[in-house]
């Protein structure tokens, strides 16, 4: 490891300083410039050595690799070790390598079998397990609350703060990805063909279509699977599907109703392939997988690789099973049975790359957009506090593992990793590692990923991330180094509404807590107990990691494409 040690500046004498509260904070701070002490209780010295673990930095430093990129844990044996491996690689395959991201929608932490669900909830999952168990699950992997945002984060390599993209656009709002810059774009620049299927979301005007930000060609849709479905469905919105009027205005609204196709020999328009309502949505998850099966297949024989972004329908609601699929998982719900395809699907294109020979080549990252949807049953599950919509872990935490057969080594990591390190990662696996995204992006724009191919690729790789950075609408809501993660703006999920599932965008948000609200996730995943005063060293190394990234948002301004009350 080639790991610093805090020393120096905020993080030397001024933290022991702010430590020294009581006499035994002042001796343990001593000992830091190496005069020996004991350490114990008021019942007599210990013999206990003590442990340090794998991904837990809280006493380090990360390093500034370039001004507008979040600073890193660099590991320089891992790194040499992961760019070995890709160098022999490329040496016998005779490209970079192939990049898949396959990403449900709405799935909690704990619907795959992988993370505890699967069979033991109702709706097994033999291909998202197979691959995890030979691959590395991420099970500190975290999304945004909410779907576009989230996307966005995954193309650009920024928090929502940065892109803009706050809440999802609905309903034909203007707003989208339009003017970012995204690492489809930057893989295009390197020698990548990219493709684009399923569900989009990133805006639908015309700077914003999948064209325009980086896709070769794309084949989906551009919005929600409930704004093809809800207001059409007699039981779930009779006031509009029973009312001709009303339903008529539906059909007017200024989004897109189809499943298109778009392609970068057009810039303008998306070409409508048919309407989505309640028929054809049984099929769409099918249709896309056939366009993915189709375009890997494809790229066989092709001397460039390949990118694939394959966002699935499944399971946002409105689920409507195919009909090979209604009642097909032990649970019987739409959204069980929406599992149950996604990894048929999944296992689909695995099986697609083994036998066009690309499966040694490709590396697969399989997440959700964000936790399970509780406002609206059947849905996901979660052992995390909260949903959907909250930045509480169970609105961000995600069921995520990366497999690369022959590439990495079976494990599980609690290792922190953010979606946004995808922009990053991805960038890096295509031959311009660390520091180098910057060229990708103007220099009045921050990277909050993180460039974390070592990690993933050294047999016993540690995370490069140090913190995470969690946001909730237009808020910096909280912080997490290792176990430890401080709340600043939380939503109270019983705030407003008494009965049913509250949170998600029905609960209050609370724009300032108490001070020292600060979780340990491994002695308290519901968070529901605040230990910020009994271990005061721990929260103030986090609020000053706090203080750090306020001073980032003053250089790199939050912006606001789509956001909340009427922006």
Known sequence: MSLNPVRGGLW?????????????LCLAAASAHGEEITRGSVTGQTTAKGYDHPNQYMHLRPQQIAPNMEPVMQHLDQEKQARQKLADLEKRIGKKPNILIFIMDDVGWMDPGFSGGGEAVGNPTPNMDRLAQNGLVLTSAYSTPSCSPTRATIHTGQTPLHHGLLRPPMYGEPGGLDGAATFPQALQKLGYVTQGVGKWHMGENQGSLPQNVGYDDYYGFLSVSDMYTE??????NPEIALSPSRFALMKKMPFNHNNVHCSKSDKKQCRDVYEINLTTITNLDQDWAGYSEKFIRKMAGSDKPFYLYHATRACHFDNYPNSTY?????ARTVYSDGMVEADDILGRLVKALEETGQLDNTIIFFTSDNGPECEVPPHGRTPFRGCKGSSWEGGVRVPTFVYWKGMIKPRRSDGIFDLADLFNTAISLAGAPGAQAAQFVPKTHYIDGIDQTSF????QGESNRRSRIYTMNQFFSGLRIDEFKTNFIVQLQKAIYQKGYTGGFSGAIVTATGGVTMNNLYTDPQEDVSIGIRHIPMAVIMGAEADRYRQVLKKYPPVTKIGFDGK
């Not at 993933?456 to 047999?459: T, W």
Request: include cysteine; charge should be positive.
């Open 456 to 459: 993933l690729l050294a047999d």
């Open 326 to 330: 209604a009642g097909k998982s032990p």
């Open 231 to 236: 207001w059409r469905d007699q039981y779930f």
């Open 12 to 24: 030397g004498k001024a933290l022991v300083v702010s430590l020294c509260m009581t006499a035994a």
